[in-house]
């Protein structure tokens, strides 16, 4: 089983800055893809940004630019680095861990975006 806690949500005025972390726990196996997705109210679940194990960077158009997705191999930790921030980007965002066939999900963490 693996454990994620995500944090680093908050309230921020549109243009400013914000920064997620994922920390993954249990049995993570070397080879694995994390990644941050976000769910905004009557929308559906959308994958925001994912990086693998050997570093390659995956993400959404909207924003690209604009975010940046890192992570520590040896801490078990990713990292979303969200700027100039738009009220769009207002949503739970939710870690996520893929590794063989499944895939562990944190327990979310809002982000809210003030115009």
């Known amino acids: 089983q693996v454990q994620l806690v995500d944090s680093g949500g908050g309230l921020v005025q549109a243009g400013g800055s914000l920064r997620l972390s994922c920390a993954a726990s249990?049995?993570?196996?070397?080879?694995?893809?994390m990644g941050w997705y976000r769910q905004a109210p009557g929308k559906q679940r959308e994958l925001v940004a994912s990086?693998?194990?050997?570093?390659?960077?995956n993400y959404a158009t909207s924003v690209k630019g604009r975010f940046t997705i890192s992570r520590d191999n040896a801490k078990n930790t990713a990292y979303l680095q969200m700027n100039s921030l738009k009220p769009e980007d207002t949503a739970v965002y939710y870690c996520?861990?893929?590794?063989?066939?499944?895939?562990?999900w944190g327990q979310g963490t809002q982000v809210t975006v003030s115009s």
């Open positions: 996520n861990l893929g590794q063989r066939i499944t895939q562990y």
């Open positions: 249990g049995s993570i196996f070397n080879i694995n893809v």
């Open positions: 990086v693998t194990s050997g570093g390659i960077t």
